[in-house]
């Protein structure tokens, strides 16, 4: 079993960034994908990025791509993710989760959420 904890939320303007950090401990942080996701008031949760187990293969919903970026530092058991250029509609409550098998990823563990307000 893998323990999340999420940070690094908070109210931005338009045009602005975050970074997000997410850490792990428990079971090896390393042999786990990781992924960010989001849920906006009466909204479904939406993947919004994940990463590979060592870093190498990265996915972007279309929403974020260009303006995101995720990235993990194995030695410190932590998946980051760093948004620029933030939009209203990033708004949202942010959760990590830890994947297992291949992709599609199985997402087991999750984090308690972080949320991220983004003021027009």
């Known amino acids: 079993q893998v323990q999340l904890v999420e940070s690094g939320g908070g109210l931005v303007q338009a045009g602005g960034s975050l970074r997000l950090s997410c850490a792990a401990s428990g079971r090896t942080f390393s042999s786990y994908a990781m992924g960010w996701f989001r849920q906006a008031p009466g909204e479904e949760r939406e993947i919004v990025s994940a990463i590979s187990w060592s870093g190498g293969n990265t996915y972007y919903a279309r929403s974020v791509a260009g303006r995101f970026t995720i990235s993990r530092d194995n030695a410190k058991n932590t998946v980051y993710l760093q948004m620029n250029s933030l939009k209203p509609e990033d708004t949202a409550v942010y959760y990590c989760?830890?994947?297992?098998?291949?992709?599609?990823?199985?997402?087991?563990?999750w984090g308690q959420g972080t949320q991220v307000t983004v003021s027009s």
């Open positions: 989760a830890a994947g297992e098998g291949r992709p599609p990823y199985q997402y087991n563990y």
